[in-house]
C-alpha cells in the first residue's frame, strides 16, 4: 500500500500549475485598476437598472439603492471639512444655552439674543484667560460688616480659604482650622415694600474654630519631626479642598490632609525659607517660591516634585498662579516680576524699579503752605527697592506691590508697568527729632522725612477688575481695572465712604495717598495686613464677597517694626450695592461726583 511517506522522491514532487492563465502577483497600476470596487459594483448595477432589464425585480434596485446611501453617509462623514465641523459644534452649543434658560422657567420668546451674545463671550473670555467680569461697580463696600477671630498666637502671616473653611498660619508654628458661618438665607418674595433708604447692613457671626496643630522649635536638628520647627510664613487650599499646604522659615514644604491636618508628604528640597505657595487654579499642581531664589512646582496627585525654576537675583518672596501651566513670581530686591512659562520652559522679565510718578522733590511737612491750604497729595516720587506682592488678574495681566507704596499693573505686552498708583497707602509721619538724630541733644530743625507704607498684602478675583491691597494704615483699600486695562481707579475703603467738599462747592470722594480726610477716618483694621484672601458668595456672587484679612503687630517676615494691632484676622461680609447706593458714587469710584447730599 503506497502512501506519502512510502512513495519514491520522484513521486513526491508536486505538479507545477500552468502559470499562463494565473493572475499577476505584483500589485501593478494595471492590476490595482482591474480590481473590482464597492463604488464600481454600485455603478455597475445602477448602468444595469436604466437599460431596463425586464428579469429585474424591485428588490434588487432597492438593496442597490440602500447600499449606494450607505457608501455617500460615510463618505460625507470622512470629508466634513474644519469650518464645517466647528459651525456644527456651535450650533449644538446654542441648542444647549437655549435648553439652559428654558429649564430655568423662561420661555423660547422670552430669551433675548443679547444674553446669549453675552453669555458667548464669556465663555470664550474664560477660555482664553481673559478679563470678562466687571463687578467692582456692583458691589456696595461701604456697607460692610467686619469680624475679629482670633487665638491664642503670635502675629498671624498668612491666611487660605476653601468655602466654608479657613486656615491661619501664625508665627508660633501654629496651623488653625475654621469654619465660616453660612451667611442668612434672604426672606422668599412676598408684599412689594419701599426700598430701604440705607442697605441692609449685613450680619457676620464669628467662625469657629474646628482643629489646630503646633509645631516645636526644638526639634529643628530631628529630620524625622513631622511638623514646622520654625515660623510658618504661608499656606494654600487646594481647590479641591483635599490639602494644604504650609512652607515655613524651617526651609520645609508641608503637605496635610484638609479634613484632619494629618501630615501627609514633608518635601525638603528647598534650600532656604519658603516663602510663598500657589494652587494652579482646578489643579493639584502647586508652586512654591524661596528665599533661595528659586520656585519649584510639585504635583499633590502623586505627592511627589516635578522641576525647578530658575532666574531670579534675589529673594523669591511671592508666587501667583491661575488656570494655565504658568505662575508670576516677584523677586524682591532685583525689582523684577517674572512670568514662567512651564510647558514652554522659557519665561517672561518684567522689570520694576521706577518711581511712579515726578522726579524726586524735597518733602513737604506740615509747616509746607500746601498741606496748610489742605492739598496733602505727596508730590515726591519715591524710588521702588523691593517688590514685595503679586496677584494675577487674568493670564495676560497682574499687579504688583512695593516697598514704595506703588501699585503697578502689568501686560505681557509690554516690559514695564502700564500703570502705576504711587503711595497707594499714603505715608508715614516723619521721625521726631530724637529719633532722626544721634546727637544728646538734637537739633529740633533736623528732621526725617515721611516715608511711604508698603504694600503688604494684594488679593484679586480671577478674571475681574477688582483688586485689594493691605498696609499698616489700618484699611483694605478697593480698586478696580478700567475697561480698556490701562489704569486703575481708586473706589475707596473697605467700610468706608469718605466725602469731602472741594473748592467749587462740589464733592467727591476721597482717601487715598494720606489725604487728611483719610487720616481722621477710624481705622477698621489694626495692626500689618500680612494676607489678604477673597471669594464670592453664591452663584457667580449674585450673594455678595467674603473678604478675609490675616493681621499682626508686625510684618511676617521680621519684627523690625512694631505697631499696634492685635494678632489674628478679620473677617468682612460685603453686599451687592441696590439701586439707591449704585447712585450715590460707589459704582462712580475714582471720579468727581456732583450733586451729592
Not at 92 to 99: A, F, P, R, V
Not at 119 to 147: M, P, Q, W
Not at 492 to 513: F, H, K, P, S
Not at 567 to 579: I, Q, R, Y
Request: charged share 30%; proline share 6%.
Amino acid at each position: 500500500m503506497s502512501s506519502f511517506f512510502t512513495a519514491p522522491a520522484s513521486q513526491k514532487k508536486r505538479k507545477r500549475e500552468d502559470t499562463t492563465a494565473a493572475a499577476p502577483t505584483r500589485f501593478t497600476a494595471a492590476a490595482l485598476d482591474s480590481r473590482p470596487s464597492k463604488s464600481n459594483k454600485v455603478r455597475a448595477a445602477r448602468d444595469e437598472s436604466i437599460s431596463g432589464s425586464g428579469s429585474e425585480d424591485e428588490g434588487t434596485l432597492r438593496a442597490v439603492s440602500d447600499e449606494e446611501e450607505t457608501l455617500s453617509s460615510e463618505s460625507g462623514s470622512e470629508d466634513e471639512t474644519g469650518a464645517q465641523r466647528r459651525l456644527r459644534l456651535a450650533e449644538q452649543y446654542l441648542e444647549n444655552i437655549k435648553g439652559e434658560v428654558e429649564t430655568v422657567g423662561f420661555d423660547a420668546e422670552d430669551v433675548d439674543r443679547d444674553l446669549i451674545a453675552e453669555r458667548l463671550k464669556e465663555d470664550v473670555a474664560a477660555t482664553k484667560g481673559r478679563l470678562y467680569r466687571h463687578i467692582a461697580s456692583t458691589l456696595d463696600f461701604s456697607a460692610v460688616n467686619k469680624t475679629l477671630f482670633r487665638a491664642d498666637t503670635q502675629a498671624t502671616t498668612s491666611i487660605a480659604v476653601c468655602s466654608p473653611y479657613v486656615y491661619t498660619v501664625s508665627k508660633d508654628i501654629t496651623l488653625i482650622k475654621w469654619e465660616l458661618p453660612t451667611p442668612p438665607t434672604p426672606p422668599p418674595p412676598g408684599k412689594k415694600k419701599k426700598p430701604p433708604k440705607k442697605p441692609p447692613q449685613p450680619t457676620c457671626r464669628r467662625p469657629t474654630k474646628l482643629l489646630y496643630t503646633r509645631g516645636n522649635h526644638h526639634e529643628s536638628r530631628n529630620p524625622k519631626y513631622q511638623h514646622h520647627t520654625a515660623p510658618i510664613l504661608t499656606v494654600a487650599a487646594s481647590q479641591d479642598g483635599k490639602y494644604i499646604a504650609t512652607g515655613g522659615a524651617d526651609k520645609r514644604l508641608i503637605i496635610w490632609s484638609a479634613a484632619d491636618l494629618k501630615p501627609l508628604r514633608i518635601f525638603t528640597q528647598h534650600r532656604d525659607a519658603v516663602t510663598g505657595l500657589a494652587f494652579r487654579k482646578g489643579t493639584n499642581q502647586l508652586y512654591s517660591s524661596s528665599k533661595d531664589r528659586t520656585i519649584k512646582t510639585w504635583s499633590l496627585d502623586e505627592l511627589g516634585y516635578m522641576e525647578t525654576l530658575f532666574g531670579h537675583q534675589d529673594e523669591v518672596v511671592d508666587v501667583a498662579a491661575l488656570a494655565l501651566e504658568r505662575c508670576v513670581s516677584v523677586g524682591a530686591r532685583d525689582r523684577t516680576a517674572r512670568l514662567w512659562k512651564v510647558v514652554e520652559e522659557s519665561q517672561l522679565v518684567f522689570r520694576g524699579g521706577g518711581g511712579g510718578g515726578e522726579k524726586r522733590r524735597p518733602a513737604r511737612h506740615e509747616h509746607d503752605p500746601a498741606m496748610v491750604n489742605g492739598d496733602s497729595t505727596p508730590k515726591t516720587s519715591y524710588v521702588e527697592g523691593s517688590i514685595d506682592r503679586v496677584a494675577m488678574i487674568d493670564e495676560e495681566s497682574f499687579v504688583t506691590g512695593s516697598d514704595n507704596g506703588g501699585i503697578s499693573l502689568w501686560s505681557l505686552q509690554k516690559k514695564k508697568p502700564v500703570f502705576t498708583v504711587p503711595t497707594a497707602h499714603g505715608l508715614d509721619p516723619p521721625l521726631k527729632p530724637e529719633e532722626a538724630s544721634a546727637e544728646a541733644v538734637p537739633d529740633p530743625k533736623v528732621r526725617g522725612e515721611p516715608q511711604p507704607r508698603w504694600v503688604t498684602a494684594l488679593a484679586t478675583i480671577p478674571y475681574s477688575d477688582l483688586i485689594l491691597s493691605g498696609s499698616w494704615d489700618g484699611r483694605v483699600r478697593v480698586w478696580r481695572v478700567s475697561e480698556d486695562k490701562k489704569r486703575i481707579e481708586d473706589v475707596g475703603v473697605l467700610g468706608q465712604r469718605l466725602i469731602v467738599a472741594t473748592e467749587n462747592g462740589d464733592t467727591r470722594m476721597t482717601g487715598t495717598n494720606g489725604s487728611q480726610a483719610d487720616s481722621e477716618a477710624q481705622p477698621l483694621v489694626r495692626g500689618v495686613i500680612n494676607d489678604i484672601e477673597v471669594f464670592e458668595r453664591g452663584i457667580r456672587g449674585k450673594d455678595g464677597l467674603c473678604i478675609l484679612v490675616a493681621t499682626g503687630k508686625e510684618h511676617r517676615f521680621g519684627r523690625w517694626k512694631t505697631h499696634q494691632g492685635k494678632n489674628g484676622a478679620v473677617v468682612f461680609e460685603v453686599l451687592k450695592s441696590t439701586s439707591e447706593a449704585a447712585t450715590d458714587g460707589v459704582g462712580s469710584a475714582g471720579k468727581d461726583i456732583n450733586n451729592m447730599q
